[in-house]
């Protein structure tokens, strides 16, 4: 991958935070439908980097097929042969019900397809949270690594689904090394307007911290964007917060807002992006075909460390 400046400084900060990876074990891991090259060569990539064992849930002859295009070497690794990509979705999240495996990995199916056969309320692996994905980024702007939750799972969340996104978004920021992270509940300005949704959630998130419903985190909100990561946007606008300007987690009305603000910080800020699914019995990689060698890599590192979390705290 040919660089700029400050993705470079993005790749190298996401890569640093997840050093400590080295000495893990690698984990079992189910690639549901990897029948592209690119979502192929991410899990050998993966395995070649110590972080997965692979075990691919596909269509063999098509599997090979596309091996064979793409130069990709298939010798040694496991293969669950299935007739297609529901079936493999189906498969793959029994395995992880079996204890088979200890993580799942997209291949080239549609989100919508794995994540439904994951949330079946009679075979898959929903746990008393709801499940929520997490943007992990890197840019050059900020002085650390940082969460944006909830960018590609739950489209317009009520509060109760808005404080298990917190709640999923607290552990992960934990398992990747800060004890206690400080959370921004995101809205378009920093004060409670009745008119504003978001600003109420915001407010009722935060009571719901001082109450012990939320912890291991500080909470503050409503914040604008501004405010949760300027300290200098904060004092001007007179907000005295432990939060303004140094959050660690960007929790966001929903959706839409934070897909565009997650994608705007990668194409137009420079940041490098891992991203997981939180919430089910075992994490969940979520690539895309953009993503980068390092994105991809860092993702799957993610998803060990909440595999060995997992083991000593099993969600």
């Known amino acids: ?40 060569s991410a899990a050998l990539e993966a395995r070649a980097e110590g972080l997965i064992e692979p075990i691919l849930v596909a269509p063999r002859p098509k599997l090979e097929a596309v091996a064979s295009q793409a130069g ?22 029994e395995l992880a019900r079996e204890g088979k495996v200890e ?22 692996l929903r746990t008393k949270r709801r499940v929520s994905h997490c943007f992990v980024l890197q840019t050059p702007q900020y002085p650390r690594p940082f969460i944006v939750t909830d960018a590609a ?31 921004a509940i995101l809205a378009a300005v920093e004060t409670v307007n009745p008119a504003m949704p978001a600003t109420l959630d915001a407010a009722a998130l935060c009571k719901m911290a001082d109450r012990g419903q939320i912890t291991g985190g500080v909470l503050d909100g ?5 405010n949760a990561v300027s300290k200098a946007a904060a004092r001007t606008k ?4 432990p939060v303004a300007g140094q959050a660690d987690v960007l929790v966001v009305p929903d959706l839409e807002s934070g897909n565009m603000l997650a994608k705007q910080l990668i194409y137009l800020g ?16 979520l690539t895309s075909r953009a993503d980068s060698r390092e ?19 099993p969600p």
Do not use: W
Request: net charge negative.
């Open 153 to 183: 799972i739950n489209l317009a969340p009520d509060l109760l689904q808005k404080a298990d996104i917190v709640r999923n978004a607290i552990e992960l920021a934990q398992v990747i090394g800060v004890a206690e992270p400080k959370v």
């Open 72 to 93: 990709l070497e298939l010798a040694g690794l496991a293969i669950e042969d299935t007739p297609h990509s529901h079936a493999a979705a189906a498969r793959a999240v």
């Open 1 to 40: 991958m040919t660089a700029t400046t400050g993705q470079a400084a993005g790749n190298e900060g996401l890569l640093h935070l997840l050093a400590h990876v080295a000495g893990k074990s690698a984990i079992r891991v189910a690639v549901v439908h990897p029948c592209d090259a690119l979502s192929l």
């Open 238 to 241: 007179g907000i005295a917060s």
């Open 222 to 226: 409503p914040l604008a964007f501004d």
């Open 270 to 285: 420079n940041a490098e992006s891992a991203g997981v699914v939180l919430g089910a019995k075992v994490p969940i990689i």
């Open 295 to 313: 994105s991809r890599l860092a993702s799957c590192a993610i998803a060990l460390l909440l595999a060995h979390h997992y083991r000593q705290a």
């Open 103 to 124: 993580a799942l990995m997209k291949g080239s199916l549609h989100t919508d397809e794995l994540m439904s056969a994951v949330v079946s309320s009679t075979t898959g």
